[in-house]
């Protein structure tokens, strides 16, 4: 696996490449250390934002509470922050998610 995360006292960061206005939701691979994320909404007053939450949230079975943005609030760089789950635990769980996508 090649997404970058970082342990920090208060959890994990993982990088994300933000696709806002995509034709659909969901997580579409791997780009520069960083998970892609798509999400249909558009860009404007942090909605792709929360969107991009849900879709990670749905994909690596976690609650929306457990991942708050950290950085990049308008650009497609982000960081979000994850918390209340084992780095090896995210990273396993990135994996399956990146794999059932190759198939």
Request: hydrophobic fraction near 40%; glycine fraction near 8%.
């Amino acid at each position: 696996m090649r997404i970058e995360l970082t342990r920090t006292a208060e959890g994990v960061l993982l990088p994300v490449q933000a696709q806002p206005g995509a034709r659909r939701d969901g997580i579409t691979g791997e780009h520069d250390g960083r998970l892609k994320v798509a999400c249909t909404q558009a860009p404007e007053k942090g909605k792709a934002n929360k969107a991009l939450i849900k879709v990670i949230a749905g994909a690596l079975q976690l609650k929306r509470s457990q991942i708050q943005l950290h950085s990049g609030e308008t650009a497609s760089k982000k960081m979000f922050l994850i918390t209340d789950i084992a780095a090896a635990d995210l990273e396993q769980r990135i994996a399956a998610v990146l794999d059932a996508g190759r198939e």
